[in-house]
Each structure stands twice: as structure tokens, then as C-alpha cells.
T-cell receptor
Framework: EDKVVQSPLSLVVHEGDTVTLNCSYEVTNFRSLLWYKQEKKAPTFLFMLTSSGIEKKSGRLSSILDKKELFSILNITATQTGDSAVYLCAVERGNAGNMLTFGGGTRLMVKP | NAGVTQTPKFRILKIGQSMTLQCTQD?????MYWYRQDPGMGLKLIYYSVGAGITDKGEVPNGYNVSRSTTEDFPLRLELAAPSQTSVYFC??????????????FGEGSRLTVL
């Protein structure tokens, strides 16, 4: 059975702090790993990672994948209150339907 | 730019009632999905479709049915509502392939409560 586990479950930091969110996975026929940010409603896409060791970066957010150890991290530097959200990690299987298996999410709260 | 549209946004059902959650997308995506999200949890796949006329079960299909008669529409039917189906339901669409980004486009969600 495919499994995606995120840690920590929740995190409270102050503005300006740097945070690291973790995602480990066990999935057959791995194709890619995706990160989403979910505020009040639907998840919004952040990154897709397919290759080990290549960092994806967007502003203060960055992510990297380790396909040997089967995990990914999402870093957020200089956090702002607008970063408060649930961050979801999902793994895509490369078979019919390209299904995504989601982890349980990490709830991040950034205090002013 | 409508994207993925779900209706209704909120619904309260009594145990044993039936209802259909509607989902339509205007991006001409072949792939469509239904997920449910329980409080404090990630998303679990209920059903998916890779094109009109083709549907398949996801992780948690029991108690639900789907159909895909057109590319645009992918309704989700609950036949005999149970309290365990209280959740937020998300419809999503995407276009996997050699050039795809892996990104799914999500609707705003439908919050369903079964009492």
C-alpha cells in the first residue's frame, strides 16, 4: 500500500524564522513528488520534483527530493504570517490515472 | 477563467438520503478526480477518470458512484448517506503526459455534513 508521511504534524513559529517540513514516502512506480499549500479552501500547487538532488526554488520557498532515501523537504525562509497554511505533500504514480497519494499535511502557523 | 467549479458549496444530509456533487471544468482536461478531506487529514482519492466514458476506483470508493459522459463534467453520487461521509470533497482536473507539470487544478470544495 502506498504511504506518504509528513512531519511535523504542526508547527508554530515567529515571523522571520526558517522552517523545514518533511515528507517521506513509499510508493510503487514513483513518478514525481508534489508540494501544495492549502489555506482556507483548495490546495494550490507549489512544486513538482522528479529528480534527486535538484533544488526547486520560488522566492522564499525551496524544495529538494532524495529518491534513494525516499523523502523530500520543503524549506521556507524568513517566514511571514501569509505563510500560515497546511502544506501537503503528494506522490504521483506513473500508471493509469497518474494518481496522487497525499500525506496528512503539516499545519504551519506563523505568529507576528 | 472558471477553472474547476463544484456545487453545492455546503450541504447537510440526513442519514440514508442521496445527493450528487457536481463538478465541471472548462480547461479541456482529460483527467478528473474526486478527493475527500477529513478534518486535520490529507486528501484521499475516491474515484478518478482518464477521459469521457472511463472511470476507476481510488482509495476510498465505497458508498460513492461516478460517471463521465462528457470531458467537462464528473459528478459524484452518494446513494445512502452515512455519518462517515461527513467531509470536504474536492474535485480536481489535470492533463498528465510528457509535458505535464503534475499540477492538479482543484475546485473550491464542497462541505458535506451527514446527520
Amino acid at each position: 500500500e502506498d504511504k506518504v508521511v509528513q512531519s511535523p504534524l504542526s508547527l508554530v513559529v515567529h515571523e522571520g524564522d526558517t522552517v523545514t517540513l518533511n515528507c517521506s514516502y513509499e510508493v510503487t512506480n514513483f513518478r514525481s513528488l508534489l508540494w501544495y499549500k492549502q489555506e482556507k479552501k483548495a490546495p494550490t500547487f507549489l512544486f513538482m520534483l522528479t529528480s534527486s538532488g535538484i533544488e526547486k526554488k520560488s522566492g522564499r520557498l525551496s524544495s529538494i527530493l532524495d529518491k534513494k532515501e525516499l523523502f523530500s523537504i520543503l524549506n521556507i525562509t524568513a517566514t511571514q504570517t501569509g505563510d500560515s497554511a497546511v502544506y501537503l505533500c503528494a506522490v504521483e504514480r506513473g500508471n493509469a490515472g497518474n494518481m496522487l497519494t497525499f500525506g496528512g499535511g503539516t499545519r504551519l502557523m506563523v505568529k507576528p | 477563467n472558471a477553472g474547476v467549479t463544484q456545487t453545492p458549496k455546503f450541504r447537510i444530509l440526513k442519514i440514508g438520503q442521496s445527493m450528487t456533487l457536481q463538478c465541471t471544468q472548462d480547461m479541456n482536461h482529460n483527467y478528473m478526480y474526486w478527493y475527500r478531506q477529513d478534518p486535520g487529514m490529507g486528501l484521499k482519492l475516491i474515484y478518478y477518470s482518464v477521459g469521457a466514458g472511463i472511470t476507476d476506483k481510488g482509495e476510498v470508493p465505497n458508498g460513492y458512484n461516478v460517471s463521465r459522459s462528457t470531458t467537462e463534467d464528473f459528478p459524484l453520487r452518494l446513494e445512502l448517506a452515512a455519518p462517515s461521509q461527513t467531509s470536504v470533497y474536492f474535485c480536481a482536473s489535470g492533463i498528465p503526459g510528457l509535458l505535464h507539470t503534475g499540477e492538479l487544478f482543484f475546485g473550491e470544495g464542497s462541505r458535506l455534513t451527514v446527520l
